[in-house]
């Protein structure tokens, strides 16, 4: 496994051979079984996977949360060289952003809802960050994970867009046990808070049942989760949302599809979770 930290060693790894390909998984490191999903699938899809390691400043909207963003590099490498992967790239942050630059990707009405309303900037320091993380790059597929829905559904139109030559691959959850969605939060929950967090998944299930009772209303899918959500003295609900899967506009009749998506606070640990229904 090779580690890059420059843009031209990147290059000269993944053009040493321009017929294989190449499948990129973008991480912000802290690597778990959810990351490693991802991985796996790359390498199952391609001739060589690389992962790139980069905690991307300017998607953070509070500087207290990208200070808290925990890091763990050396681990990562010895999980990912376990993988089998061919390259890991960790840019230093003047080489992701060097003195002077001025260019951004900004989306506009889908990056706007949901998490984008709720944190403001932060799909513009993802798209932004994605788009150089693709040029340089230039894979042949990119993985990320359906946990972070409003993630892939913006990157996935950013790429129709602006006509990037890549498929965008995008994996499932991977829960614990339990069901709660594997997160690199999670360890920042207290005893009492982890327990308490199961309610976003039995609220994403209940109202997953309704609908496939043929309770398909959008009003009425998102007071089943708010409810739930609400009953649990631990949690404060930030969003519940039945959305439209593509374009994320809220399902205001019934509908044939639906992602559910919500966001909980526990203390100042905030967790998000969703389900597709179609
Ligand atoms: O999902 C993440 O870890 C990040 O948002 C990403 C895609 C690596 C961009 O910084």
């Not at 009492?192 to 609908?211: P, Q, S």
Request: aromatic share 8%; proline share 5%; with cysteine.
């Amino acid at each position: 496994m090779q580690i890059a930290t420059t843009i031209e060693d990147v290059r000269r790894v993944r053009w040493a051979d321009p017929a294989q390909t190449w499948g990129l998984v973008p991480t912000m490191g802290m690597l778990h079984e959810g990351h490693l999903s991802l991985v796996r699938r790359a390498r199952a899809d391609n001739d060589c996977v690389g992962v790139s390691i980069f905690v991307n400043p300017i998607q953070f909207d509070r500087r207290a949360d990208l200070d808290a963003y925990p890091r763990q590099l050396r681990r990562d490498c010895e999980l990912l060289q376990a993988e089998g992967v061919d390259l890991v790239w960790t840019p230093a942050e003047d080489e992701m952003y060097p003195p002077g630059f001025q260019t951004y990707v900004a989306l506009d009405a889908i990056s706007q809802v949901l998490e984008g309303a709720a944190r403001p900037g932060h799909f513009r320091g993802v798209t932004t960050v994605v788009a150089k993380l693709f040029n340089v790059f230039q894979p042949t597929r990119a993985y990320f994970g359906q946990k972070d829905a409003q993630q892939a559904a913006v990157i996935q139109q950013m790429v129709r867009d602006l006509a990037f030559n890549l498929d965008v691959v995008v994996c499932p959850i991977v829960r614990e046990p339990d069901g709660l969605a594997m997160s690199s939060r999670n360890v920042r929950l207290a005893p009492d808070e982890r327990a308490a967090a199961l309610v976003l998944y039995r609220a994403l299930t209940a109202a997953r049942d309704e609908w496939e009772q043929g309770k398909r209303d959008g009003d009425r899918l998102r007071a089943t989760m708010r409810a739930i959500v609400e009953s649990e003295p631990l949690a404060r609900l930030d969003y519940v949302s039945a959305a439209d899967p593509v374009t994320l506009a809220e399902i205001t009749g019934p509908a044939d599809r639906a992602l559910l998506s919500m966001a909980v606070f526990f203390g100042d640990v905030r967790l998000i979770d969703n389900m597709i229904l179609q």
